[in-house]
């Protein structure tokens, strides 16, 4: 069964509004990779977290990584309608890779 | 242009008809990954394969097959097709021991009738 859960499944927020999406494991990872697909496209990396309690950020986006390895979450501070798309998170366990079943961001202008 | 190129983009087969989806990794990847990705869900983990043999598999049946060549391009092959198995299968290529993310191809649209 899948091992990483992925919340919300759906977010719609208006535009100028902040997101959270959050992952969680059932097994300590050896890192976790956040991925963005647009629709009708595939998927494209982001970032990739492997310390404990790390944060990283890439410009309006803030990923963290949890200090037991089994948590992470990907924030969007005032939302732009180019951030429309599904985020999945992808965390490593054993050289394998389990992918949340993402949360998708519909953006209103 | 995503780097990894995946053929064919679309493809309608028919229930217990066998398929071939073929993938070409990014330039200087060797290790190639295959996921499925039904409608609305995550991609899943079906295999990967490094030095043209298959390293990790994922919980799907024996009916899913690949393969790696010298050159590091891949085959995937699903044999006794269902009507469950249409969905988007998407390969990633990636350096063995560089675990800095992997590249999507665009993948192939398999739709079993």
């Known amino acids: 069964g899948q091992q990483v859960m992925q919340i919300p499944q759906y977010q719609h927020v208006q535009e100028g509004e902040d997101f959270t999406t959050y992952c969680n494991s059932s097994?300590?990872?050896?890192?976790i990779q956040w991925y963005k697909q647009r629709p009708g496209g595939h998927p494209v990396f982001l970032i990739q977290?492997?310390?404990?309690?790390e944060v990283k950020k890439q410009k309006r986006l803030t990923f963290q990584f949890g200090e037991a390895k089994k948590n992470s979450s990907l924030h969007i501070t005032a939302t732009q309608t180019t951030d429309v798309g599904t985020y999945f998170c992808?965390?490593?366990?054993?050289?394998?890779?389990?992918f949340g079943s993402g949360t998708k961001l519909n953006v209103k202008p | 242009d995503a780097g990894v190129t995946q053929s064919p983009t679309h493809l309608i087969k028919t229930r217990g008809q066998q398929v071939t989806l073929r993938c070409s990794p990014k330039?200087?990847?060797?290790?190639v990954s295959w996921y499925q990705q039904a409608l609305g869900q995550g991609p899943q983990f079906i295999f990967q394969?490094?030095?043209?043999?298959?390293?990790q598999r994922g919980n799907f049946p024996d009916r899913f097959s690949g393969h790696q060549f010298p050159n590091y391009s891949s085959e995937l092959n699903v044999n006794a097709l269902l009507l469950g198995d249409s969905a988007l299968y998407l390969c990633?290529?990636?350096?063995?021991?560089?675990?800095?993310?992997?590249?999507f191809g665009s993948g192939t649209r398999l739709t079993v009738v």
């Open positions: 990633a290529s990636s350096i063995v021991g560089v675990r800095y993310g992997y590249t």
């Open positions: 097994t300590t990872l050896s890192n």
């Open positions: 977290l492997v310390k404990s309690g």
């Open positions: 992808a965390g490593e366990s054993f050289n394998k890779f389990y």
């Open positions: 330039s200087g990847h060797d290790t």
């Open positions: 394969y490094y030095e043209e043999e298959e390293r």
